[in-house]
Structure formats: structure tokens, C-alpha cells
């Protein structure tokens, strides 16, 4: 009879015991969750702020670029105008550079 009593009282403990764990596991699982909720908001702020300045750098390359290329078009024709047989000249002379690499590509 003791000896039952015992062995009642130690599964008793044990469940108690393994009842207590178990809170423990579901406390540990949600603070888990909590921090990884945290953590996966800040990560993804800290994306989201990457892209945003990624964006607005490319945006201020993209205009430079731009601005560039306008000046660059602008000067050409001014050159071009200001000196017509020089640019003629240099038009004729890359097409027979093309012409001659065509015909000699054509030979291979």
C-alpha cells in the first residue's frame, strides 16, 4: 500500500513537473515568436530604408547622366556646325575603317 501511494505520489510530481515544462516551452515559444516578430519588422525597415536610398541614388545618377548627355549632344552639333567639312571628314573616315573591317572579316 505504500509502495502505491509512492509511486501515486511520484506520477503526480511528474506530471506536475512535465505540466510545468510545458508552460514553460509555450512561454518560451511565444517570447520566441514575439522577438522573431521584432526582428523580422526590422529587417524588413532596414530593406525597405536600403531600397529607398538605393532608389534616390540612382535617380540622382540617372539625372547627371542626363544632364551629360544633353550637354554632350548640345556641344556635338555646335561643333558640328561650326566645323561642317571637319565632321564630314571624320564621318567618311569611320565608315571606311567600318567598310574595311567588313570586307576583311568577310575574307576570314
Do not use: F
Not at 532596414?46 to 548640345?74: F, I, P, Q
Not at 567588313?102 to 576570314?108: E, I, N, P
Amino acid at each position: 500500500m505504500a509502495n502505491s501511494s509512492l509511486r501515486k505520489a511520484s506520477l503526480q510530481s511528474m506530471e506536475a513537473e512535465i505540466e510545468s515544462l510545458l508552460k514553460s516551452l509555450e512561454s518560451l515559444k511565444d517570447d520566441a515568436s514575439d522577438e522573431s516578430r521584432k526582428t523580422m519588422k526590422a529587417l524588413r525597415s532596414s530593406a525597405e530604408n536600403a531600397l529607398r536610398h538605393s532608389r534616390d541614388l540612382l535617380g540622382d545618377a540617372y539625372e547627371e547622366v542626363k544632364t551629360r548627355t544633353r550637354e554632350t549632344s548640345l556641344a556635338t552639333r555646335d561643333y558640328a556646325q561650326q566645323h561642317p567639312w571637319t565632321t564630314a571628314g571624320v564621318a567618311i573616315g569611320a565608315l571606311g575603317l567600318l567598310a574595311a573591317y567588313l570586307m576583311c572579316k568577310r575574307g576570314d
